[in-house]
């Protein structure tokens, strides 16, 4: 068993029999009182936000996750597919257990999978990718005075807010975590 001075953002814990993953964490003195620790935790398996105290020294369980490299193949409408890179095995993932930034995965890609024994419970995302546009309105010249922007449809079917000089066929890198454009990559 490890203590609440052994935790670190990221940790997988096993709390009031749930899996949960530590978000914020923040160590607290306030006046004469005795010290604690202020835990923001995620539910694995429904996404639940839980805020939690602990005391200075309590023990914790600290789950250990096995971590995998995966390829990402398809999606189905209903889960996301990916292979293992040594066994070929092919496994669906729940978009839940992915988050947000899913919508911006696109064949090929590798993914590092979280697994609790057989079961996968998260996925670290490539912070950023380089999508085509394939549906914008096209750019007005002169526009660039303005600092302004306008939906483009990318090749995996997301929707990105670009500046107003992208156009058709550009490739643009979008951030997975925030959905945000970065910039335009040059070929």
């Not at 292979?83 to 995965?105: C, H, R, S, V, Y």
Request: charged share 30%; aromatic share 10%.
């Amino acid at each position: 068993m490890a203590t609440t001075s052994d935790l670190k953002v990221g940790d997988f814990l096993r709390f009031n029999g749930e899996l949960l993953v530590l978000e914020e964490y923040q160590h607290r003195t306030p006046g004469n009182l005795r010290a604690f620790y202020q835990a923001k935790m995620r539910n694995v398996k429904n996404g639940r936000i839980t805020e939690n105290r602990f005391r200075s020294g309590e023990e914790v369980e600290i789950v250990r996750v096995e971590r995998k490299q995966y390829q990402y193949l398809f999606h189905d409408g209903a889960s996301y597919h990916f292979m293992d890179q040594e066994t070929f095995e092919q496994i669906p993932i729940d978009e839940k257990i992915l988050g947000e930034g899913a919508k911006f995965l696109k064949e090929g890609v590798v993914v590092e999978v979280m697994f609790d024994g057989t079961e996968p419970i998260g996925a670290d995302l490539p912070f950023n990718v380089e999508l085509e546009v394939i549906e914008t309105v096209p750019g007005v010249r002169g526009d660039t005075a303005n600092p302004g922007t306008k939906p483009a449809k990318v090749q995996t079917g997301a929707t990105v807010n670009v500046p107003l000089f992208i156009n058709e066929g550009d490739i643009v890198k979008v951030d997975t975590r925030t959905g945000e454009y970065l910039e335009r990559v040059k070929r």
